[in-house]
Every structure is written in structure tokens, then in C-alpha cells.
Nanobody, 119 residues
Framework: QVQLLESGGGLVQAGGSLKLSCAAS????????MAWFRQAPGTERELVMDIASSGKIFQRVFAKGRFTISRDNAKSMVYLQMNSLKTEDTAVYFC?????????????WGPGTQVTVSS
């Protein structure tokens, strides 16, 4: 059974940093592309960054220079380091996984972790 569980969210002041972690289990982690999505109130869920099983990284423009994604296949973990946080980064952050590459949807999801950035 595929399971993803995020941790590390919380309340931080603008300009601060947070590191989110996602623990994966129930599947061969190294073969999955992994991603971080976020969803702010009243908005659709959006991709923040993803890291392919090959290690190739895709990042949204708003994440460039501030966020870093990494994975540890030995520990079945994926991380999102967020620096220089802005109030508009406030959202629930979700870890997601997919098998099958770019043509496949992300279909494994964690429950999410709340990130709140105060001004």
C-alpha cells in the first residue's frame, strides 16, 4: 500500500525558512517521480517542484532561487527546503508520487502539511 506522510509545516515569519519532509512507504521509492504541490484557500492545487526518479528537477518560476527539492532513495524520503518565505507561500503542502514518467499523473498523495507565513 502506497503511503506518503508529510511533516515539517508550521508558522514562520516572512523571510524565514522551513524544511518539509515526506516519508514514503509501500512502494519502490527509487522508481517514482516525486513532487511537492501546494493549495492555498480558494485556489487549485499547484505544482511547486518535482524530482524525477532520474534526479532531474522541474521547478515553478515562483520557487526558483528560494526552494530546493531533494530526495534520499536509501531512506525513501523527499524534502522541500523553503527559504525567503513570503506570505503568498501560505498553503497546505502535499507530497505526491507517480510511476511512469511525464505521461502519468501524480496519483499517490499525502494528507498535507500546513505552512503559514506571517507578515
Amino acid at each position: 500500500q502506497v503511503q506518503l506522510l508529510e511533516s515539517g509545516g508550521g508558522l514562520v515569519q516572512a523571510g524565514g525558512s522551513l524544511k518539509l519532509s515526506c516519508a514514503a512507504s509501500g512502494f519502490t521509492f527509487s522508481t517514482y517521480d516525486m513532487a511537492w504541490f501546494r493549495q492555498a484557500p480558494g485556489t487549485e492545487r499547484e505544482l511547486v517542484m518535482d524530482i524525477a526518479s532520474s534526479g532531474k528537477i522541474f521547478q515553478r518560476v515562483f520557487a526558483k532561487g528560494r526552494f530546493t527539492i531533494s530526495r534520499d532513495n536509501a531512506k525513501s524520503m523527499v524534502y522541500l527546503q523553503m527559504n525567503s518565505l513570503k506570505t503568498e507561500d501560505t498553503a497546505v503542502y502535499f507530497c505526491a508520487g507517480r510511476l511512469g514518467g511525464l505521461l502519468s499523473p501524480y496519483d499517490a498523495w499525502g494528507p498535507g502539511t500546513q505552512v503559514t507565513v506571517s507578515s
